[in-house]
Every structure is written in structure tokens, then in C-alpha cells.
């Protein structure tokens, strides 16, 4: 009998001491977006490279109406990405009306974009779209 008992005693003490303490704490579920990533890693590197024209028509052979005349165009230094808009983000901190794309023509340092905007960004900061984008000179 004194063996049972001392069994069940030192069970219970292995029990108690071999318990591992918990804490509550707030699970975190903000999984939002941050940023849009370039292609190649991180955010764009977007660099000035020339003037742009933007028009509404989908090519040089029919370009519909002249929207941007004289914009601001932009090259990812990665992935190659080109940003055509109506201001200069590096100059004015905003872009105004612009577009996108990769493959764009261009003569020297004029780039033209066709089949229109496709958008508009007065600010360089505040959505998970625009914050992918770093504007160096």
C-alpha cells in the first residue's frame, strides 16, 4: 500500500511541476497590402528617362486623340516597367494623369503611350498601389 501511495504522490508531483505556463495574448490578423511589389523584388525604382505623349488610340497607326502632350515618363530600373504621366512625382510629388507599361515606343527620349490613362494620383502615398513605387532622380 505504501508503494501505491508514494506512486500516486509522485505522479502528482511530476504533474504539477511539468505543467508549462500559457499566456493569452491578442492574435494579429492584419494581413493587409503594403505595397504592390515589382516584379523583380522590392518596390519599383522608378527613374526619369524623357517626355511622354499619351493618346487614346491603341496604336501609331490609329492614335485617336493626343490626352498628354509633353508628360513625364519614368523606367523601373528593375523590371522595366514605364510610367508615362502629365507631371514629374520627383519635381511635383504627384503624378496627375498617367498610364503604364512595358515595350513602349519610343524615338530618343520621347515615349509614346497608346490606348489611354488609367488613372489619375495626386499624391505619392496612400494606397498599396502607389507605395510600390520609389521616385528617384
Known sequence: MKKLIALILGFAVLLSTSSVPVMAAEASNDFSVKYIACPDGGKHEMHSVGVCFIYSGPSPSDPGERIV????????????????????????????????????????????????????????TGDSFIDGFEWKF
Open 69 to 124: 502632350s509633353y508628360g513625364n515618363t519614368n523606367q523601373c530600373s528593375k523590371c522595366g516597367l514605364y510610367v508615362g504621366a502629365q507631371y514629374c512625382p520627383q519635381t511635383y510629388g504627384f503624378l496627375g494623369p498617367y498610364t503604364m507599361g512595358y515595350n513602349i515606343e519610343y524615338a530618343g527620349s520621347i515615349y509614346y503611350f497608346y490606348d489611354g490613362l488609367m488613372g489619375e494620383y495626386w499624391s505619392l
